[in-house]
């Protein structure tokens, strides 16, 4: 998924600066006589700069995905594929109940598509080429209405919230670390020394990438939901259809860049347990397909044609 990893590396670059200025900028209010820690307004200064480092990620989404793919918005419709990518996207947005987002293309030969947005009215939905290229349009109509579920879902909000928390405490613990190492270790109790610095610089970072996998498990289980209103805008049997067909491709030898395996709907992982799997942002395909086969939905498939070319 790749609005998510790319809210997590911008979040954890804010959250290590922010521990910097913390660290430099708290020093008189959180720390007591004797070098000890004021437990009660340190956790106060992380909440403030753990929920302004996940908010800065959120409003920084959107541009930082059209930058990174670099995905070319469809303002004026050049083709008639363009038009249909369009009028799709405004047809199942009206029936998601969200305003029209934004919608663009972007070059990569793997079937592939995200969604991002700092909230569901003012979101940015991409396609990739190739999923233009080898998918029928009931599947990239499915694909569409999983990526508009996300946004219709507020799946983005509340990732930022859950990041804000998980933001916090890593910085609260990270500082109880750097005083514990700066104390017990090198025996400063003169007020925190270089230890202390250093330490949590290192703890940020350490248990900032531990607690994403807080995050992919949320991801994960958004995933479902995602699929569902895939299903229900644009047809059950379509969105199990689309998940098949990326399926096949992620079983091909001769995988596009691993860079590229992140986004949105195509990254999933196989059965079972690996230490991985907790950084997974999906949910293997077979058991999203398994999901979506028990749900009890009309399989009503819209009849959009043959292939796009």
């Known amino acids: 998924m790749f609005r998510i990893v790319l809210f ?35 956790l106060v200064m992380c909440f403030v700069f753990g929920m302004v480092g996940s908010l800065i990620s959120l409003f920084m989404s959107k541009w930082l995905a059209k930058r990174t793919t670099g995905t070319q918005l469809i303002e004026t419709p050049r083709s008639a594929e363009e038009r249909w990518l369009l009028d799709t996207v405004a047809e199942l947005s009206q029936k998601a109940g969200i305003k029209m987002p934004e919608v663009g293309i972007f070059p990569s030969f793997q079937s592939n598509a995200f969604a ?8 940015l939905v991409a396609v990739s080429s190739g999923l233009l290229d080898r998918m029928s349009r009931d599947e990239v109509r499915a694909v569409l209405g999983h990526e508009i ?24 613990f990270s500082r109880i670390i ?9 025996k400063n109790e003169d007020g925190p020394g270089i230890a202390y610095f250093v330490t949590s610089i ?3 970072i350490v248990l900032g990438i531990l607690a994403s996998t807080i995050v992919m498990w949320f991801s ?13 805008l644009a047809g059950k049997q379509s969105m199990i259809n689309a998940l098949r067909r990326l399926q096949a491709e992620h ?12 986004l949105a709907i195509t990254e999933g992982q196989r059965e079972g347990f690996s230490l991985a799997k907790l950084f997974a942002s999906h949910p293997a395909i077979e058991t999203r397909i398994a999901a979506l086969e028990a749900l009890q939905i009309p399989d009503q498939v819209p009849n959009h044609g043959a292939l796009w070319r």
């Open 149 to 172: 579920g996300h946004v219709a879902n507020g799946d983005m909000v509340t990732l930022s919230l859950i990041q804000g928390v998980v933001n916090t405490f890593v910085m609260f």
């Open 178 to 186: 750097g005083n514990f190492v700066d104390r017990v270790i090198f």
């Open 202 to 204: 290192i703890a940020d």
């Open 220 to 232: 994960r289980r958004r995933e479902f939901r995602a699929d569902e209103a895939g299903a229900r």
């Open 8 to 42: 997590l590396l911008t979040n954890l670059a804010i959250v290590v600066v922010a521990g910097i200025i913390l660290s430099v900028l708290g020093v008189g209010s959180t720390h007591t006589v004797g070098n000890g820690l004021n437990l009660s307004n340190l």
């Open 251 to 262: 079983d091909m030898p001769d995988q596009m860049p691993a860079e590229m395996t992140a």
């Open 116 to 123: 991002t947005g700092w909230n569901k009215n003012a979101a």
